[in-house]
């Protein structure tokens, strides 16, 4: 989004991006070489966007003056480096603890967040619950839909990058998946191997 916004804008973000705790209009007029007028208008812009919000009051001789800072949205425009942190924590846990190692770890972090999901299904059936854990999978970002009967497709890998050169990555959504199903999983197709997309069939584990 921060490519969308006009250059003063973008510099006016930038600028709050280097001066965490707030400035007030007359330190961004200055530093953007605008009037107060013009950088009123910009900030009523970036407030109804929810990309600043006002900051702690500046006290000085006179009557306290407004500070503007980023709203975490705005701070969300920035570039991250999360798929580089991760593949550096993966490939560490690797080199320490082989790929077994690896797959373990991923696994007890999937039982950790099913424990936390799996409450709200029971006293399902199988069929009832591939439904619910499609809509699950929505909302952490997958586009998973129900395909077929007692089958889960998702068009798009979230960690896809991470999964291509860990495909240990996979055994996070098949534990996942197990637990929150109480079924066997077969993961039949998979985009890190370079298909279309992922499917995964279920069978009721037996009691």
């Known amino acids: 989004m921060l490519e969308l916004l006009g250059e003063t804008q973008r510099s006016l973000l930038k600028i709050l991006a280097r001066n965490f705790n707030g400035l007030t209009v007359d330190q961004l007029a200055e530093k953007l070489s605008v009037s107060r007028n013009a950088v009123n208008q910009h ?4 407030e109804k966007n929810q990309l600043i919000k006002e900051g702690t009051a500046l006290h000085t001789a006179g009557r306290p003056s407004r500070t503007f ?12 480096q999360y798929p580089w942190f991760s593949e550096l924590i993966l490939q560490t846990i690797k080199d320490e603890s082989g790929a077994a190692g690896l797959s373990k770890f991923l696994k007890g972090i999937a039982r950790k967040l099913a424990s ?7 006293g399902k059936n199988l069929n009832e619950k591939v439904g619910e854990v499609a809509a699950i999978m929505q909302s952490l970002s997958y586009d998973a839909s129900v395909s077929g009967r007692d089958e889960i ?3 798009n890998c979230v960690y896809h990058h ?3 050169k860990h495909s240990e990555v996979c055994d996070f959504d098949i534990e996942l998946l197990s637990h929150l199903l109480d079924a066997e999983v077969t993961h039949k197709e998979c985009m890190a191997k370079g298909q279309g997309k992922c499917r995964f069939s279920f069978v009721a584990k037996k009691t």
């Open 162 to 164: 991470l999964a291509q």
């Open 69 to 80: 800072t980023l709203s975490e949205r705005g701070k969300d425009l920035f570039p991250k």
């Open 153 to 155: 497709e998702a068009t």
């Open 43 to 46: 900030l009523a812009s970036l």
């Open 116 to 122: 936390n999901i799996r409450k709200d299904l029971k």
